[in-house]
């Protein structure tokens, strides 16, 4: 009985060029003179470098280990000499350096010691560790990391697992190319997913313009004896987008802000499935993975590519014609212009697509939009590409937002179709990084807000605590003085003032003290004094205790050296 098919919305049919590159059967690249291996080649956190310069590594050793759960680590592709650990051009159209390990490879591809599971008796969390730690991430393109996918969310199983054959976008035949040589990996792989997933059926989606690795696929599964469908979906990119190929396959349409695992359904690519396989089965980490190579080249063609391999080096493979101007990599609909030759092939690598201006002539020089609503009509997130052009355009990221930017997944289908020529999805690119970049001005902002508030209620929080302690040392002196005599007059006001204000109490404490320490005093040089010396100073202390420590207004005494005024003319 066959599979009831639904038909998402939107969608084009530009020219496939797939037969060239699949005409001759995968072959392994040869090593190359140096591989760069940056370590940020996921969404997530950067992995930590492992390695320094003049460190020796083998095949599959560690060389970065995952920042966090949402990272993935990253492998040395061979055996070599780590030359150095230092920033490097990446495969990215900003031209930007990212930190990465240099490897001089020995020639010997010596591997690492292996370990290797058994995904039936293992706990799920333990594989899934094991997964994060073999650098398995999503291999269409996404690059997620696998690990975070494989969990059956709060239900604990998954109704559908689809597996992603699809590969609607033109050029890119690495998926079918592995389909057809490597389907009973792939379904081997797919059966831990399942296990991993507890998923109810599994639906296996491939183009009908792939006829050899649909069957490829069928023959597999019955010879592993797995309860797999295997489904041959219409050619209509981009079926290949996870939300497509789901609601053609199930029907399901995930609306906006919502997730396919909320309804059931979880998705991987076959190279993921394969990715799997090798990690659990062989123990083979993420070290290569297959790339075709086509467009302005003699010999288009699959390779299996160790990451970190320039790309240069695979392209010569193929024979680089002499007008080529700039690499892609990816599609022509979604790929992204390479700031140079040389850059590292790395795990989104799915093809590099070789240009010229002769096979890719610059586009035609924008014109005004004439709001014919043909981007409407094939834009297969049912969104409003003219309204969101229109909102990018002004810098009104707001309304853009609200007409739902973020669910554009820059397929290209409202650019291939505008009959004004307008580079539609550059705009919205524009329109995504503006609101990253103030989503993360604002973070920021709120950061420092709430490290001064947090100072302010510290210092506030301090002085109270001062307070407390002024406090509590007041009530000590005004009990201490409660339990004793008054030193002298002077003192006994004080004190009873104390029971007022701590600060009195304070000051009284410290009349008292001075005044008990100055009772205590000895004189100092007062030995040996004659009689007379001796009266002159006992008078001087009477007078002082009966004026209150006033100075003397009478004449000074005789022998002290004092006179009074000469009264005569």
């Given at each position: 009985?066959m ?5 998402f919305?939107g ?11 699949t005409s001759?059967?995968?072959?392994k ?8 291996v940056?370590?940020?080649?996921s969404i997530g ?10 460190q020796?590594v ?12 949402v ?10 000499l780590?030359?150095?650990?230092e920033?490097?051009?990446m ?10 390990v240099?490897i001089e490879?020995?020639?010997e591809?010596r591997?690492?010691?292996l ?9 799920p ?12 991430v999503g291999?269409?393109g996404?690059v997620?990391p696998?690990?975070l ?5 709060r239900?604990?199983?998954t ?8 590969e609607?976008e033109?050029?890119?035949t690495?998926?079918?190319?592995l ?12 059966a831990?997913?399942?296990h991993l997933?507890?998923?109810d ?7 009908d ?5 649909v069957?490829?696929?069928q023959t ?8 797999m469908?295997v489904v ?11 939300k ?9 349409e995930v609306?906006?802000?919502r ?18 396989f ?5 123990g ?7 790339v075709t190579?086509?467009g ?5 063609r699959n390779?299996?590519?160790l ?6 080096d695979v392209v010569?493979?193929s024979g680089q014609?002499t ?5 892609l990599?990816g599609?022509p609909?979604?790929?992204?212009r ?9 795990k ?13 002539p ?13 981007c409407?009509?094939?834009c ?17 990221f ?14 290209g289908c ?6 004004s020529h307008?580079?539609?999805v550059?705009?919205?690119r524009f329109?995504?990084?503006?609101i990253?970049?103030r989503?993360?001005?604002?973070s920021?902002?709120?950061q420092?807000?709430?490290r001064?508030?947090?100072?302010n ?9 001062k307070?407390?302690k002024l ?5 000590e ?9 008054a030193?002298?007059?002077a003192?006994?006001t004080?004190?009873?003032d ?5 600060k ?5 404490a ?5 005044q008990?320490?100055?009772?205590a005093a ?13 009266a ?8 002082r205790?009966?004026?209150?420590n ?15 005024p000469?009264?005569?003319?």
């Amino acid at each position: 009985m066959m599979r009831s098919l639904f038909r998402f919305h939107g969608g084009v049919k530009p020219a496939t060029n797939k037969a060239a590159s699949t005409s001759e059967p995968i072959v392994k690249a040869p090593l190359p003179p140096r591989l760069v291996v940056p370590l940020h080649q996921s969404i997530g956190g950067t992995p930590h470098p492992l390695v320094r310069a003049g460190q020796r590594v083998l095949k599959g050793e560690l060389i970065g280990a995952a920042d966090g759960n949402v990272s993935s680590a990253v492998h040395a592709p061979t055996s070599g000499l780590v030359t150095a650990v230092e920033p490097a051009l990446m495969a990215h159209p900003s031209g930007l350096t990212m930190l990465s390990v240099i490897i001089e490879p020995d020639g010997e591809d010596r591997w690492a010691e292996l370990d290797r599971l058994n995904y039936k008796s293992t706990p799920p969390d333990e594989l899934r560790d094991f997964v994060r730690d073999a650098g398995i991430v999503g291999l269409g393109g996404a690059v997620f990391p696998t690990h975070l996918k494989m969990n059956p969310g709060r239900e604990g199983r998954t109704r559908t697992l689809v597996l992603n054959g699809a590969e609607c976008e033109p050029f890119i035949t690495c998926d079918d190319m592995l389909m057809r040589e490597r389907a009973a990996g792939i379904v081997k792989g797919t059966a831990i997913l399942r296990h991993l997933l507890q998923a109810d059926e599994v639906l296996i989606g491939i183009e009908d313009n792939k006829p050899e690795a649909v069957a490829a696929m069928q023959t597999a599964v019955r010879a592993e004896g797995e309860s797999m469908e295997v489904v041959a979906i219409p050619t209509r990119y981009p079926a290949g987008g996870a939300k497509q190929l789901i609601r053609v396959l199930t029907g399901i349409e995930v609306p906006h802000g919502r997730r396919s695992t909320d309804f059931g359904v979880q998705c991987f690519n076959v190279g993921t499935a394969y990715a799997v396989f090798e990690a659990l089965t062989c123990g083979h980490p993420l070290i290569s993975r297959i790339v075709t190579v086509a467009g302005n080249v003699d010999r288009p063609r699959n390779y299996e590519v160790l990451i970190g391999t320039p790309m240069s080096d695979v392209v010569r493979l193929s024979g680089q014609r002499t007008d080529t101007t700039r690499y892609l990599m990816g599609g022509p609909m979604m790929g992204m212009r390479m700031p140079g030759f040389d850059v590292p092939v790395v795990k989104a690598t799915n093809c590099i697509l070789v240009a010229s201006d002769a096979l890719f002539p610059p586009p035609p020089p924008e014109q005004a939009c004439i709001r014919c609503g043909e981007c409407a009509r094939a834009c297969p997130a049912d969104l409003q590409p003219f309204e969101l052009y229109w909102f990018s355009r002004a810098k009104n990221f707001g309304k853009a937002q609200e007409y739902n930017l973020f669910d554009c997944i820059e397929c290209g289908c409202c650019a291939y179709v505008c009959p004004s020529h307008i580079p539609l999805v550059d705009y919205y690119r524009f329109s995504k990084s503006e609101i990253w970049a103030r989503e993360r001005d604002k973070s920021a902002s709120d950061q420092a807000r709430e490290r001064f508030e947090f100072r302010n209620f510290r210092q506030e929080r301090e002085k109270e605590e001062k307070a407390a302690k002024l406090a509590a040392k007041a009530a000590e002196t005004r009990a201490k003085l409660a339990t004793e005599p008054a030193v002298d007059g002077a003192a006994a006001t004080p004190a009873a003032d104390a029971a007022e204000d701590p600060k009195k109490a304070l000051i009284a404490a410290a009349l008292a003290r001075a005044q008990a320490q100055r009772a205590a005093a000895q004189p100092k040089n007062t030995d040996n004094l004659s009689a007379e010396t001796q009266a002159e100073i006992e008078q001087i202390e009477a007078r002082r205790r009966t004026t209150g420590n006033a100075p003397a207004s009478g004449p000074a005494p005789a022998g002290t050296g004092a006179s009074a005024p000469d009264t005569q003319p």
